[in-house]
């Protein structure tokens, strides 16, 4: 037996297996020998614990998830009209072009300044054409007043609506998304591959949920239907603001309802900065609730119908060049027998439905110079104000 025979065991091999008490640690006759068996045990005591945590954390991430992924509503109902109708549908879009139609809806009678008894309506609806290499997308929008042919379609009670020559916004009234669809395919002859309906309550929700929405006003704008009474300058939107400001129409400009789209289109620019911003994107804090706002606010075709696929199409818009993302109107001039309504502007209009269906650069423009009551980037505010010039009103 040798002299080292004579020295105790270490703690690992007098019971390796129960953990050693601390005491033992702290009173050994080898003082050397307990600080790497601490060492470890920190760092034993420190992975688990991190691992602990990690696991809390994708427990909590996958619930997270899933209950977003609960809340959005899948549009079946609407898929099955569309399938039986599916012989009078234009062709697929060339390549990877894809379309979705969105429609902004809203229950007049749960609005600030609506009026009771009137069905939910479609208020804003836009075409989204997504070119298929990916570099460019463009927001097509049609004025709810607008006259039409909406085909006959199949109404909330299941029985048929005929065929008529009205106003855009009448197809959803009476006919629900499927009819809207139906409408705008007809009218432009591109087919739409998906739709999102966005109830203006939550649109109003979502703008809380980012903090408001920083604007500049060009002028006062005030509206008593939607009960809107905005100063000119620079200031934050919250979500009733926002909603009476993208609604209003009656006292602002000429109140058309063109002017009123393209402030929507400038509102709506704004807010998907806000969206897009590291303050929202890289803070859990502020993304969920954002992210729980909105998908409880979407109804949205089977093929749309989960949080991955929206994320890959929100995906496809975040990532366009700089400058990739246009909104325009569809061109339209007031109706010679009924200045209240509007009729399209041709050849223009086919021109641009044309290069729609080919997949091609739009190259209809917004006119120059912002609507009356419109907006500013809240970032150029001051220096639009030293410089004592702004956009024109129109």
């Known amino acids: 037996m040798t002299a080292d025979d004579h020295h105790p065991e270490p703690a690992r091999a ?153 106003q855009f916004n009448w197809a959803y009234s009476h006919g629900g998304p499927a009819c809207t669809i139906r409408t705008v395919e007809a009218l432009t002859g591109v087919r739409v591959d998906h739709h999102v309906d966005i109830d203006f309550a939550g649109f109003r929700d979502l703008v809380d949920a ?31 603001a926002a909603l009476a400001y993208v609604r209003g129409r009656q006292g602002i400009g000429d109140g058309s309802d063109t002017a009123r789209i393209e402030r929507q289109h400038q509102f709506l620019g704004l807010l998907l900065d806000e969206l897009r911003s590291s303050g929202v994107l890289l803070n859990p804090a502020r993304l969920y609730p954002v992210l729980r706002t909105a998908t409880a606010s979407l109804t949205v075709d089977p093929a749309l119908a989960s949080l991955s696929r929206l994320h890959g199409l929100v995906g496809d818009l975040r990532d366009l060049p700089e400058g990739g993302l246009g909104f325009v109107t569809v061109p339209r001039t007031a109706d010679p027998v009924d200045p209240d309504r509007d009729v ?22 917004p006119r120059d110079g912002a609507p009356a009551g419109g907006l500013l980037p809240a970032a150029g505010a001051a220096e639009d104000a030293e410089a004592g010039s702004g956009p024109a009103a129109g």
């Open 14 to 166: 007098r019971g390796a297996d129960r953990p050693t008490p601390l005491a033992d640690l702290l009173t050994t006759t080898e003082p050397d020998r307990p600080r790497p068996r601490r060492g470890r045990l920190l760092l034993r005591a420190a992975a688990l614990g991190a691992l602990g945590l990690a696991l809390l954390a994708a427990g909590t991430g996958y619930l997270a998830y899933r209950s977003l992924d609960a809340g959005i509503t899948r549009d079946d109902g609407t898929a099955r009209e569309l399938e039986m109708r599916g012989g009078d549908r234009p062709p697929e879009p060339p390549g990877d072009a894809r379309t979705v139609l969105v429609i902004g809806s809203d229950d007049p009678s749960s609005l600030p300044g609506a009026v009771g008894g009137i069905g939910a309506r479609s208020d804003t609806v836009f075409l989204l054409h997504l070119s298929g290499d990916r570099q460019r997308a463009t927001a097509v929008s049609f004025p709810r007043d607008l006259l039409v042919d909406v085909p006959d379609c199949t109404g909330p009670d299941g029985g048929t609506v005929p065929a008529a020559r009205a």
């Open 210 to 240: 980012v903090g408001g929405v920083e604007v500049h006003l060009t002028e006062d704008v005030r509206d008593e239907h939607t009960e809107l009474d905005l100063t000119a300058g620079r200031q934050v939107l919250d979500g009733d």
């Open 344 to 365: 399209l502007v041709q050849p223009d209009a086919d021109t641009l439905f044309a290069q729609l269906r080919d997949d091609l650069p739009v190259t209809s423009r």
